[in-house]
């Protein structure tokens, strides 16, 4: 007889898309000719760059000819990929990287998924409430908590609350924690924190010998100036700073699967006698031996992104998706609405009206104004009384949503 790991099952069934899913479908079934718009979506709808397409195209042509075919790559990507990263990303904002810090990946996903490996069981950890739920569930799923209490918290998570009164931006942990999550910009709420708010974060984690794991994947929807695109703009945060970075929604790599995370080699781990370890040495460890890297297609492709015509490209579409989040924004403010987000992040967390429940919320405009968001209680405790909107929808649909919802809420 096998056993089950045990962790899994303490896990609640995906429920949050499922039953999003099962409600819209009964209110087709009871209403067959209503006009339902989603915006609710969190997956892209643009086309992949033109210059995307091209390269991609090519690098399948290469891998046609003997001379040209390439097998196995570098587990952790190809250079000329990891460089034009550097070159793009990081080095114009006065960060230095150097090549190995980079480990290109199939997306920010199974990285912030699995890089919790890296950690001793008993660490703790810190959480924002609400939260894009893979940092919790993976946590739970290595033994890193107990089981949840009835407000859907796992016992030993430190949740942070983000709430109406903190603007969305949670406080520093009361008590020390070993690894924080950090997402900025921040999927659900769309908030994102200055340079001097995050740095009290890295001046808390070097105090405290604590790990950041800084989830930028929608890192390049940032309009304002003051908002940091990377963490390694804050001074010292290469010593306790990890960052996930993603091609998804910055070039419509949803379906196509590439991003990237790096790793600088100041930041330690400790092992029970005190002595260090590097955690760029230990991810290139596990990379190498659970991965075997990114299609060189796919790479060819995501290396286009940082061509001339590729950021044109990328950023009309980019432009396209904050012209829907203005119009979503500002329609629903103007309608009465408390909103967060929607500035430099393709999400607008929205305050229910009259304390309404997220899912008395959600069953409300589909019924009157035939909209599907998604209900902030199932991105946590503190998400109750919030909804999501997002902004990847198309102009049209966009615009007859807010319509409806000023005029039929
Ligand atoms: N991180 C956050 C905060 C996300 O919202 C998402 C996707 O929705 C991801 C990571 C996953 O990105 P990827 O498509 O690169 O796996």
């Known amino acids: 007889m096998a056993f089950v790991n045990e962790n899994y099952l303490k896990l609640p069934g995906s429920y949050l898309f499922s039953e999003i899913a099962r409600r819209?479908?009964?209110f087709k079934q009871e209403n067959p000719s209503a006009d339902i718009i989603?915006?609710?979506?969190g997956d892209v709808?643009?086309?992949?760059?033109?210059?995307?397409?091209?390269a991609m195209k090519k690098a399948v042509e290469e891998m046609g000819h003997a001379e040209t075919f390439r097998g196995y790559g570098p587990e952790q990507g190809y250079e000329f990929l990891s460089q034009a990263i550097i070159d793009h990303d990081f080095t114009p904002r006065g960060v230095n990287l150097s090549t190995d810090e980079?480990?290109?990946?199939?997306?920010?996903?199974?990285?912030?998924?699995?890089?919790?490996?890296?950690?001793?069981?008993?660490?703790t950890i810190a959480v924002s409430d609400p939260v894009y739920p893979v940092y919790v569930d993976t946590n739970v799923m290595a033994g890193r908590t107990g089981f949840p209490n009835e407000k859907g918290q796992f016992e030993k998570l430190v949740y942070l609350p983000c709430t109406e009164e903190n603007g969305m931006k949670p406080a520093l942990p009361q008590s020390r924690v070993d690894m924080i999550y950090l997402c900025f910009p921040n999927n659900p709420t769309g908030m994102t924190l200055s340079h001097e708010e995050l740095k009290q974060w890295v001046d808390y984690a070097r105090e405290n010998k604590s790990i950041i794991l800084f989830d930028a994947a929608y890192e390049s929807f940032i309009r304002e100036e003051n908002v940091p695109h990377s963490i390694f703009e804050i001074e010292g945060a290469r010593e306790v700073a990890v960052e996930f970075r993603s091609f998804s929604k910055t070039a419509g790599f949803t379906g196509t699967r590439c991003g990237y995370t790096i790793v600088p080699k100041e930041v330690m781990v400790y092992d029970t006698k005190g002595e260090a370890h590097s955690l760029n040495t230990l991810w290139l460890r596990r990379q190498t031996t659970k991965f075997n890297g990114v299609s060189y297609p796919v790479q060819a492709a995501a290396a286009a992104v940082f061509t001339e015509a590729g950021q044109k490209q990328v950023k009309e579409t980019i432009d396209y998706y904050m012209e829907n989040a203005r119009?979503?924004?500002?329609?629903?403010?103007?309608?009465g609405y408390k909103v967060f987000g929607g500035i430099n992040a393709?999400?607008?967390?929205?305050?229910?009206p009259d304390n309404m429940e997220s899912?008395?919320?959600?069953?409300?405009?589909?019924r009157e104004a035939n909209v599907v968001g998604t209900p902030g209680a199932g991105f946590g405790a503190n998400g109750e009384g919030y909804f999501r909107l997002?902004?990847?929808?198309?102009?049209e649909n966009t615009e007859r949503a807010i319509e409806r919802i000023i005029s039929k809420m």
């Open 346 to 352: 393709p999400y607008i967390w929205m305050k229910t």
């Open 24 to 26: 819209v479908n009964k």
């Open 327 to 335: 119009i979503i924004r500002d329609g629903l403010q103007k309608a």
């Open 45 to 54: 709808t643009r086309p992949l760059p033109a210059a995307v397409i091209e």
């Open 102 to 123: 980079v480990f290109i990946s199939d997306g920010a996903k199974s990285d912030t998924a699995n890089f919790q490996e890296l950690f001793g069981v008993n660490n």
């Open 390 to 395: 997002t902004a990847f929808g198309t102009r």
């Open 38 to 41: 989603r915006l609710g979506i």
């Open 359 to 366: 899912w008395e919320f959600f069953d409300k405009l589909i």
